[in-house]
């Protein structure tokens, strides 16, 4: 049986579209200044890619890679990610988290964080956004439902990376060379793990 193609989206103005085992470039897409990252809504089908020096976020039609057009949000926009019907993006200068309605493509909220927030993860078991502050060297925990801030937690310096397994958050402490490690359920910090030299990125293996 004939795989179904898969599209694959890359923040440098690229769409992709794979049918195993080919790769082939399918379009390419102008957006805002600086692309740095992309998520997917499932719900609406859409593709949201964060553009860090036009301050917004561009949405793209993921069924017919239609350009949709931006969303203004906060200073310098990091990452962004898909959680709860709507997607959630960091801006580094506001101190913020924005919040987007996929039905619309508006702001919906700004959630002070921390200073510099720069990451974005969501825990699956108890829904929540977890936000890294890199400046402020904390994370902060969002309620998705009613998007407030919850709590704010110390980090290490530098917090620059977020990942999540089922109960626990992971950040990546650049400065200080740790990953500190959240229990998510009772939000606090259970540990801090000392790692090699300037952690850049932490990932979380299903399989094991």
Sequence with gaps: MKPAPVR????????LCATAPALSVEATLAVGSTPLSLCFEPGAAKIYCACRTSNDVWV???ATNEVLGPVA?????????????????ACF???AVAVIDPDGDTVR???GTGSGPVALV???VTGKIYCANRTGNSLSVIDPAAETLLVKLSAGEWPIALCATPGRVYAANWSSGTVT???ALTD???ATVPVGLQPCWVYADSAS
């Design 8 to 15: 694959l989206f890359a923040a440098a103005l690229l769409c």
């Design 60 to 62: 793209i039609d993921g």
């Design 73 to 89: 949000v906060g200073a310098d926009p990091r990452q962004v990610v898909a959680a709860g019907g709507r997607a959630w993006c």
């Design 93 to 95: 200068g506001a101190d």
């Design 109 to 111: 909220a700004l959630i």
């Design 122 to 124: 969501a825990e699956t």
């Design 181 to 183: 490690v959240v229990d």
């Design 188 to 190: 606090s910090v259970v």
